[in-house]
């Protein structure tokens, strides 16, 4: 009997759940995560150009898709092959190798970009920030979404788009009207508070639908409006 092709957001959500996997069990996953969040951090900080990002973006996205094929790889080996087996060392050495080739050039990607900035710390690299305050807002929901993933890794509730502690979605909502809020110039109380608005709406949907319940709505509100507050206060 044929098998039924799985609905695309619960496609979605499996391979989400691949991801929350390898962070609640590899140790490396998690560094290359944290690690990832502050290469992010630091590449808007000191204002890098289009192309850097998109290397420094490429670099990590290796890295930590190498490190999931290894783990892939590895429960593989494990299920197939109970006991030793010289061709599975084989197999396992190369999947942490291609991990290793990963980093290796992740670290010198990294250091093409962000080495002379570091070296030499400049004000006028940091108040550059306000004049993209869009690029700020791509960056502190990016980093609402990992402390959202990283949350549900620790706690273990729910699945990556439906349920668990926190609500991503809330978290996403209140860090967009806290963006808003900071980038709008003209009209900002009426545009602020309608983006609130639609933000609480988002909210109310997650828990009248029985995905969340108050208490994780609340929470993902709290994570998304102090991390996006937080990096335009001290970024802006």
Known sequence: MATRTPPVFQSFNYAFEG???ALRTQRNMRIHFAIAATVLVLAFIYDVTR???IALMISIAFVLIAEMVNTAVEA??????PSFDPL????KDMA???VLIASVNAVAVGYLVLADRLARPSARLVNALGDAPI???LIALVLTLMVVIAVKAITGRGTPLRGGLPSGHAALAFGGWTAITFITTEHRIVISFVALIMA???SQTRVESGIHSTFEVAL???????VTLILFQVFR
């Open 51 to 53: 192309l850097e990002l």
């Open 135 to 137: 690029s700020l807002t």
């Open 76 to 81: 593989t080996i494990d299920l197939s092959t």
């Open 19 to 21: 991801v929350i996997h």
């Open 220 to 226: 993902g509100a709290v994570i998304g409006t102090l």
């Open 200 to 202: 609480l709406l988002v």
């Open 88 to 91: 599975a060392k084989v197999a």
């Open 96 to 98: 942490a190798g291609a």
